[in-house]
């Protein structure tokens, strides 16, 4: 199994300075790069409690990582949705209600003995993105996929990859470039 060394601030950073090292050479003008401050922006998270025991890490590890970066736990709002494949209209909800600037939807599915797998997964990372364009607002994909309930746990343990707390940070990236170009 691949393991992943780097945690996402980490990456973020050298992606920052990859960033504005190649438009300074280029000379086009300034380029954004997040800060990941959390401050002052409200997170919606739409989490499927299929498998409730990898909800529970998954989200324990966003809020985790959202207050790491400085997110009061009242700017935090969270719904639960059946499976990953009601995480769309869960993120859709969300943002119509008025109450928050990015989502987080976060849930697994895992490969069985059907096609099952392959459906869900497919509409549900469909539906999130369809939901992000539609609204225009940013709507993060934290779902894990994986071929059994081991690599599973290993993606959405805090001790393994956090993938909770990876989408968590890249909702606090993608609230800062959307205020940042004007967004709310």
Known sequence: MRQISERPEAVSERAARAVAAAVGARSVGAAWTPRLDARGFSFGVVVSVFHSGLA?????????RFEELGADQGAIRVVAVPG??????????LIRSGAVDVVVCL???????????????????????RVALEEGRPV?????????????VERASRSGQDKGGEAAAGAVAMAELARFLGGK
Not at 140 to 152: L, P, R, S
């Open 56 to 64: 529970a890490e998954l989200l324990g590890g966003a809020i985790r």
């Open 84 to 93: 990953a494949f009601e995480l769309p209209l869960g993120a859709r909800l």
């Open 107 to 129: 849930g697994a599915v895992i490969r069985g003995e059907t096609d099952h797998y392959d459906h869900v997964a497919r509409e549900a990372a469909a539906g999130v993105a």
């Open 140 to 152: 993060i994909f934290g779902v894990i996929t994986a071929e059994d309930f081991d690599q599973a």
